[in-house]
């Protein structure tokens, strides 16, 4: 009953809210934040983060990698939100982006190893996310096809048209994954293997998720994804397996971040220190494939899709920087290589 | 009619003139806030180069690439095929329900209509279900037809735009002057003759539309090529690539201008060829009553239950899979994908009720209000108020997202206010959608004939009574088909509003994309649904108002 009471109170003045319009400022103790991570991890966060800081409320907006990355952009001249929380650092660390932000460094960031935080402190990661195939089983076995273990393995032609991953023209976890394959197995190397995959493969489609949405209702046998999808479809009850290629995993971070044009730095200060606290380290465990604050193992539930319990031994050690630094012509070969 | 003649002249001004005058100012000049000034923001990016520089390196740079080419090649390709069915399609639906005496009309008017207020996802989900690699049409005749590619997108964006060309050529067919038909008979005219030269040429400005309409709605489409174009790339798509995949503006700028050369085309053909047609009423109007023709009727019965029929089978099978546990593997019944685990809850449905209320009421005056005076005055202003109002169709929904935030969210713009708002929300939509509206409106003013204006002023009428005892009766369906396509497309619009929305004023289109992209398939598929649901209790709702207050038409969608 206090349920609905509760929901009508909401409703009541979300009306009033919309009706009036809400004022484009935010108010002191109020912050607001850009984040990139799911949905319902956020949701999930925020009732702890509620707890934990009860005078500051907390506004999060979520939107994709990409598209939240246009906005940050397009709002650069006046930009509304104080703090970017869990967003691919890669993109984080684009100039474009650097210059917006304040060094600040958060309560419990002298733990991270170095190569989880910016060395000028204006970026820390607190997770990450890694790439990892998801494998439908039930249409590997009607097809009668192996279970592949590594990216090597997927040059099989017996996987022609089975295969999909994301095109890396629009997608960070496509980027992720052909920069990881070209930076271990060297340039030219890397560029001959692509090729040769291309062959076997069915689509590169324009999302990072797709592959495994596809590949887990059985649209596909394998799809090149990230760890988090594979792990939650594997939790949904689709017949699906997370493999982890052999040859390492290609991973993002997490980044988080203040803005120098807050408003509201000290609230904005305190809920980066929270994003570090142990409170926030035990929901990570719950979701997360990377974390990097030390001592937190996954969730068992993430271990028993497939996670190890020490991730740092699946990891390809990814160089963020040069990644970054080639993106432009490594996307520019890819479509000249493999755009059809 | 500009306020500079109107100044001229203040002595003499005769009331209609300034009525007018008033309606131009009333449109053009919100048409220049939040159309014209955003877009040309967009504009001189594209020809941004570094800091402060200038020049057309992005658009050599862009040109060189092989890829470029080919993209262009897809666009074109893509879109013509899409206008070829659509409009084949539409025109035929559209004839169905205003010249035929078939059953059920409302019901199929409406159907038809549900591409529109399906959230695209439905769509896209509804596509694979069906026709994917493990599709029910696969699964059941163990084929393996390949969905993802440029077919897969002819179906997808065919869906999406048969509708559009349905309503502007229903606007069309709707209204007609009996005489010349039945001249045609007497003078003893074949049922072909009839229809090439009386039917066809009654509606050349709305099927010319309706084409230009299509065209370029397909064009600039990136929803569905994401989603079900596998390796088959477009020009929007290659603006997502750009923005959101490279962060940066101004290549993709580049492309959000090539797109708009398909715009700037069509409307120098108008030109060229003249766009004035005979109007089909004349002053002393005999409407024209569909006789009962039972071969036609059934014909036209049979071919709207198939039509009907397929749209409705793409949305079924997504309600369907939003009460099952997990599709295609576990498909035993539940209701637990209506318990959204996303922040929020319902409570954005709410908003988007309220921003699709006010995009109605707000789109259905602005894009009434130009085409009337487009259609009643001629002059350098009401053809740049013509080109700016189909503009819109041209203009991608992530452009025009993008360009509002340069726009409106730059302190120095007195209406930063409204940043963050339901208003910019609103507003956005309108002009996202004006084009549709402005043709749909346009078509049914040219049906009408001038004499009645003529004829009116001879009896003393003003041009406001005129409006109002003998337009607004007339247009009556228009206006409320215009009004109800504003409603529905803004409680589904995506593309622009992720760009607008803020983390307190949220809308149910951006929850079904959150719900999906954090994975939960079944549960975005659910509200998808709900807000399919409201959509439909809304219909309800006006035909009973309309019940009530005994005002009939002739069917709610024209």
């Known amino acids: 009953m206090s349920k609905i009471s509760e929901y009508k109170k909401h409703l009541l003045v979300l009306i009033l809210g919309v009706m009036v319009g809400f004022g484009p400022l935010a108010n002191a103790g109020e912050i607001t934040v850009y984040s990139s991570l799911e949905d319902d991890e956020i949701a999930d966060f925020l009732k702890v983060a509620n707890k934990d800081l009860p005078d500051i409320k907390i506004n999060v907006l979520r939107l994709s990698t990409g598209d939240l990355g246009a906005r940050i952009l397009a709002e650069k001249s006046n930009p509304k939100h104080d703090v970017i929380w869990g967003w691919a650092a890669t993109n984080m660390i684009n100039p474009q982006i650097m210059e917006m932000l304040e060094p600040y460094k958060a309560k419990g960031s002298d733990k991270l190893a170095s190569k989880f935080k910016d060395a000028g402190n204006k970026w820390f990661a607190a997770t990450g996310y890694m790439a990892a195939f998801c494998v439908n089983t039930d249409r590997l076995t009607k097809k009668g096809l192996p279970m592949p273990t590594s990216w090597e393995d997927l040059l099989n032609p017996v996987y022609k048209g089975e295969l999909i991953m994301p095109n890396p023209n629009s997608s960070g976890t496509g980027y992720l994954q052909i920069a990881s394959i070209l930076q271990s197995r060297g340039e030219e190397k890397g560029w001959e293997y692509l090729e040769a995959l291309d062959s076997n493969m069915g689509q590169y489609i324009k999302s990072g998720s797709k592959p495994c949405k596809l590949t887990r209702s059985g649209e596909y046998s394998v799809g090149a994804s990230f760890a988090f999808i594979a792990m939650k479809s594997i939790k949904e009850g689709y017949p699906l397996k997370m493999v982890l290629p052999s040859e390492g995993s290609g991973f993002e971070l997490e980044a988080s971040a203040l803005m120098a044009s807050s408003k509201n730095k000290a609230d904005a200060k305190k809920f980066l220190d929270w994003t570090l606290s142990p409170a926030a380290a035990k929901l990570y465990a719950k979701f997360k494939a990377i974390i990097t604050i030390p001592g937190i193992e996954p969730s068992p539930e993430a271990q028993a899709s497939g996670l190890p319990a020490d991730v740092s031994t699946v990891l390809f050690d990814l160089d963020f920087a040069e990644s970054a630094k080639n993106r432009s012509r490594i996307l520019k070969t890819w479509r000249e290589k493999l755009e059809r | ?558």
């Open chain 2, 1 to 558: 009619m500009s306020a500079i003649s109107l100044s001229k002249r203040k002595f003499s001004i005769h009331p209609d003139k300034l009525l007018l005058s008033t309606l131009g100012l009333l449109v053009i000049v919100p048409l220049l806030l939040f159309l014209v000034f955003p877009i040309l923001i967009v504009f001189l990016k594209s020809f941004q180069v570094g800091d402060g520089m200038w020049g057309l390196a992005n658009y050599t740079s862009t040109m060189v690439e092989a890829h470029f080419w080919i993209v262009v090649g897809n666009s074109l390709w893509l879109s013509v095929i899409v206008t070829v069915i659509s409009v084949i399609l539409g025109f035929i639906f559209a004839y169905a329900i205003q010249r035929s005496q078939m059953p059920g009309k409302q019901f199929f008017s409406i159907m038809a209509m549900l591409p529109m207020f399906a959230p695209s996802l439905l769509q896209a989900l509804g596509l694979v279900f069906l026709l994917g690699r493990n599709g029910i049409i696969n699964r059941w005749l163990g084929l393996d037809i390949e969905i993802y590619g440029l077919w897969g997108v002819v179906i997808a964006d065919v869906i999406y735009a048969f509708p559009q060309a349905f309503m502007i050529l229903s606007a069309a067919f709707a209204v007609a002057d009996s005489r010349p038909y039945e001249a045609a008979r007497m003078l003893g005219a074949s049922k072909r003759q009839i229809f090439f030269d009386v039917t066809l040429p009654s509606i050349k400005f709305g099927l010319i539309s309706s084409i230009f309409l299509v065209f370029t709605v397909t064009i600039t489409d990136f929803g569905n090529p994401m989603v079900i174009g596998g390796n088959f790339s477009v020009l929007a798509t290659e603006i997502y690539n750009q923005v959101s995949g490279q962060m940066n503006f101004n290549l993709g700028s580049v492309i959000a201008i090539i797109l708009l050369i398909p715009v700037v085309v069509a409307f120098g053909i108008e030109r060229f060829a003249g766009r004035k047609q005979a109007a089909f009423i004349p002053d002393n109007v005999s409407p024209l009553v569909p006789v009962k023709n039972k071969m036609l009727d059934s014909c036209m019965f049979i071919y709207s239950t198939v039509i009907c029929g397929l749209i409705l089978l793409v949305a079924a099978i997504v309600v369907y899979a939003s009460f099952v546990k997990l599709w295609p593997y576990n498909m035993s019944f539940t209701l637990d994908n209506y318990k959204f685990d996303s922040q929020g809850g319902y409570a954005p449905l709410l908003t988007s009720v309220i921003v699709s209320l006010m995009a109605a009421v707000i789109g259905v005056v602005l894009v009434f209000g130009s085409a009337y005076v487009v259609n009643k005055t001629k002059n350098i202003i009401t053809d740049l108020l013509n080109f700016f109002s189909i503009l819109p169709a041209a203009i991608p929904g992530m452009v025009l997202g993008l360009a509002y935030i340069f726009f409106f969210n730059d302190t120095s713009n007195p209406l930063n206010i409204i940043y963050g708002t339901v208003f910019i929300l609103t507003i956005n939509s309108v002009y996202h959608y004006y084009a549709q509206g402005f043709l749909t409106a346009s078509t049914s003013l040219q049906q009408i004939s001038s004499n009645f204006d003529e004829t009116s002023a001879c009896l003393g009428a003003s041009l406001l009574t005129t409006i109002k005892r003998v337009t607004l009766p007339i247009l009556l369906p228009s206006i409320l088909s215009v009004g109800v396509f504003f409603f529905m497309r803004t409680m589904v619009t995506l593309a622009a509003v992720i760009f607008l929305v803020s983390p307190k004023v949220n809308l149910a289109a951006v929850s079904v994309m959150l719900l999906d992209d954090a994975g939960n398939t079944t549960q975005a598929a659910a509200y998808s649904t709900l807000i399919i649901l409201v959509v439909l209790v809304a219909l309800l709702f006006l035909n009973l108002i309309l019940k009530i207050f005994k005002i009939k038409t002739k069917s709610l969608i024209s």
